[in-house]
């Protein structure tokens, strides 16, 4: 285990009142892994990744990153193992008196690492966030998506062991967004870098993440693998979120309607959950089997484990044909086939 | 020429009055800088939620800082008389300024420090945080460096009411151009030494300003 949380609390008192940001979290995060953390504003989540790092101080609780308990540590023995914890932040936090490279190079002054050792360093992080030629330029002529490059360098310039993201592409545009995703989707495969992000939008979940926990009240409510969640939400919280990409589920009126549209019925469901052998079904079905496949209505998203949805068809041509095409989807993809309406 | 115009000046006189001036400006300004940046990094470190969070520390220097502010100058100079004969062994001239120019503006100053930290975002200090980074390197790397377009744009006001004090310095017997305009301008009734005097100390102001403004426009890169 890369990251491994026991009885995480933090209880913060304002004005005589305890609030509980932090209750109680478990959680093992494995080496290599991008682990999603979701939830609302409020949730917590914000509190709990910076306990991570120790920003915050825990109530109560253990941590232990690569072996190492972080809770116990004090003084100059935290600071030194905060250089094997990188963090990006939602507003970038760059120092705007220093150009890119200053940026960058500051963590590397503060483990003391030597200057020309330093600026080697530096080129390379340019070069793998891709601001080449930008090295000069001051974050304030920056867009939002080069400035949380040059945040995403900074925090891998002392190489860390763990990338904690705190709402990293929450000020930035879709566009920018999924190419900060892809960015840091490419760090994790080149340097195996474990990578908690902490976000509200199910995009970033569904677009890189292997494992997710939905945070609600200071509480982890559910945790699993990403396409588990997206299948089986148990939580009312987890279902919002999953229909954020799936878009809110009007299942009962679809099929009601689409009952009366197709009469002639053999409509069937196709359920999608990480396929990923069989990515041309409908195609290679159509051309193994003596039939026609009308594509009625459906959704489909990818994540970083193949395609999650639905796909609702009809399927036209000879019953036996029919039966067996759906046997043969059962059969030998991952695909869950459903019978919506059979025919009469 | 000038002495043409202005009958009763006398340029040796004026030019030493005016380098009295600069003299206790610039040598005032830099014990203002120093002590300055301390009280505000001691005001903005010991502040609630502060890197060295300490409400008796912070509530005793908060107390000394509104203190000296409230006293008037031309008093706060009189009080310090003793201080002053003491660490300098005189009471007149230039140098024997020094010690109540800095003390006057000195807390002032440091208000527009820590104003000036506060400006800096908290998210860059948890950033430098994050990373490692102890107190010295916060303050040395992140808090000054980031507020210094503020640091200058303060000592810039700090300097321009400076010289008005070492003008009410001048008054009680601490040369420069105050000390020039009062005893050879208003008391002999020779009003174009306050003529000239107002306009040098005036031009002074401006230079200040000048510079002040030019600095603290170069290194902002916000």
Redesign the interface.
């Known amino acids: 285990m890369m990251i491994s949380i026991k009885g995480l609390r933090k209880v913060f008192t304002a004005n005589e009142t305890k609030i509980t940001a932090v209750d109680h979290i478990n959680l093992d995060i494995k080496e290599g892994e991008i682990f999603g953390v979701i939830g609302y504003s409020g949730a917590g989540k914000s509190t709990f990744v910076r306990l991570i790092?120790r920003?915050e101080e825990p109530t109560s609780g253990k941590i232990t990153i690569d072996q190492q308990e972080i809770t116990s540590l004090r003084g100059?023995d935290l600071?030194?193992?905060?250089?094997d914890?990188g963090?990006i932040?939602q507003?970038f936090?760059?120092?705007?008196?220093?150009t890119v490279a200053d940026n960058i190079a500051?963590?590397l002054?503060?483990?003391g690492v030597p200057k020309e050792d330093r600026k080697r360093r530096v080129q390379q992080l340019i070069d793998l966030v891709g601001l080449t030629g930008r090295e000069l330029a001051?974050?304030?002529e920056l867009s939002g998506g080069q400035k949380q490059r040059v945040g995403i360098a900074?925090a891998l310039a002392?190489r860390p062991k763990i990338l904690l993201g705190d709402e990293a592409t929450s000020a930035l545009d879709p566009e920018t967004t999924d190419s900060i995703l892809n960015l840091l989707v490419d760090i994790n495969k080149k340097l195996n870098l474990t990578i908690i992000l902490i976000t509200h939008e199910m995009h970033v979940i569904r677009k890189i993440c292997d494992r997710v926990a939905v945070m609600e009240d200071g509480k982890i409510i559910e945790q699993g693998d990403v396409l588990d969640v997206f299948t089986h939400p148990q939580q009312e919280v987890t279902k919002k979120f999953v229909s954020q990409v799936m878009g809110i589920s009007d299942e009962h009126e679809g099929i009601k309607q689409m009952i009366e549209l197709y009469p002639e019925g053999n409509l069937f469901r196709f359920h999608f959950i990480g396929e990923t052998t069989n990515q041309a079904l409908i195609s290679q079905l159509a051309k193994k089997f003596p039939i026609d496949i009308r594509i009625l209505k459906g959704k489909m998203t990818p994540t970083q484990h193949g395609a999650y949805g639905t796909l609702y068809v009809q399927m036209i041509g000879q019953p036996d044909d029919v039966e067996k095409c759906v046997q043969y989807v059962r059969d030998e993809t991952s695909v869950k086939v459903e019978v919506v309406q059979d025919a009469y | 020429m000038l002495t043409d115009w202005f009958p009763n000046l006398k340029m040796e006189d004026f030019w030493q009055a005016t380098y009295e001036t600069f003299y206790m400006t610039i040598l005032a300004l830099i014990g203002t800088f120093i002590f300055g940046i301390l009280l505000g990094l001691l005001l903005y470190l010991t502040m609630e939620g502060g890197l060295w969070e300490n409400k008796f520390i912070n509530a005793v220097v908060g107390a000394v800082v509104n203190i000296f502010r409230a006293i008037p100058f031309i008093i706060l100079i009189l009080l310090l008389f003793p201080f002053t004969e003491f660490l300098l062994g005189t009471i007149r001239g230039p140098k024997a300024a020094l010690p109540a120019l800095i003390i006057g503006s000195a807390p002032f100053y440091g208000r527009l420090v820590e104003i000036a930290l506060k400006e800096v975002h908290k998210g860059v200090v948890e950033a430098a945080q994050a990373m490692g980074a102890n107190t010295w390197t916060i303050i040395f790397r992140v808090l000054l460096p980031e507020a210094m377009p503020a640091l200058i744009s303060g000592i810039t006001v700090t300097a321009i009411a400076l010289i008005g004090y070492t003008a009410m310095a001048g008054v009680i017997g601490a040369g420069g151009l105050g000390n020039y305009a009062y005893y050879f301008g208003f008391q002999r009734r020779d009003f174009d030494i306050v003529l000239v005097s107002s306009v040098a100390i005036v031009i002074i102001v401006f230079i200040f300003q000048f510079i002040g403004d030019y600095f603290s426009k170069k290194i902002d890169k916000r």
Do not use: G, T
């Open positions: 790092n920003l100059k600071r030194v193992a905060r250089r914890i963090m932040f507003h936090n760059l120092l705007w008196s220093r500051f963590p002054e503060i483990a001051y974050p304030s900074r002392n």
